[in-house]
């Protein structure tokens, strides 16, 4: 009898501690479904194929440049040749790449290409890194504008 009571006791006492395990899982499910999803939700916001914000960010930056290609879903945007008209011995190329949904500094990158006009040819000619890095500083500025906006009703 009384070993019957202690096995009873053992089955009772498992049979506790895995209803409060279930419990404290099921539980911990429900408080990461209140957490608030505004921010993430306005961070990866997106109608197309990449994020919205670096998107239409990215566009507006170069805007001032003949577009040769854009693929929203494919987060390219591609420009043709602009000659400066303060520079006219020099052009530039770009090309933007948006690689995630989520509004990071990773999910952008911009290539430059640039050439010199050297005895009536183009040249190749080297880009300073700082330029390309000061144009991805300028799109990630204006998207994360755009999302505070958008996160503040205008």
């Known amino acids: 009898m009384l070993l019957d009571g202690r096995l009873t006791l053992k089955r009772g006492l498992a049979s506790g501690l895995t209803l409060a395990l279930c419990c404290g899982l099921l539980a911990s ?4 479904k209140k957490r608030p999803r505004a921010d993430l939700a306005a961070s990866k916001v997106t109608n197309i194929g990449v994020n919205g914000y670096l998107w239409r960010a990215s566009l507006d930056t170069v805007s001032f440049m003949p577009l040769l290609q ?10 043709d040749w602009y ?4 520079a006219q011995n020099e052009r530039m190329k770009l090309t933007v790449t948006i690689l995630d949904q989520d509004l990071r500094a ?3 990158r911009v290539a430059a290409s640039r050439q010199t006009l050297q005895n009536g040819q183009w040249i190749d000619a080297p880009v300073q890194a700082a330029t ?15 999302r505070r906006r958008a996160i503040n009703g205008g």
Do not use: F
């Open 106 to 108: 990773d999910a952008l």
């Open 132 to 146: 390309t890095q000061k144009l991805e500083e300028i799109i990630l500025t204006r998207a994360r504008d755009l």
């Open 83 to 86: 000659i400066n008209p303060s």
């Open 70 to 79: 854009t693929d929203s879903n494919g987060g390219i945007i591609i420009t």
């Open 29 to 32: 499910c429900a408080s990461q």
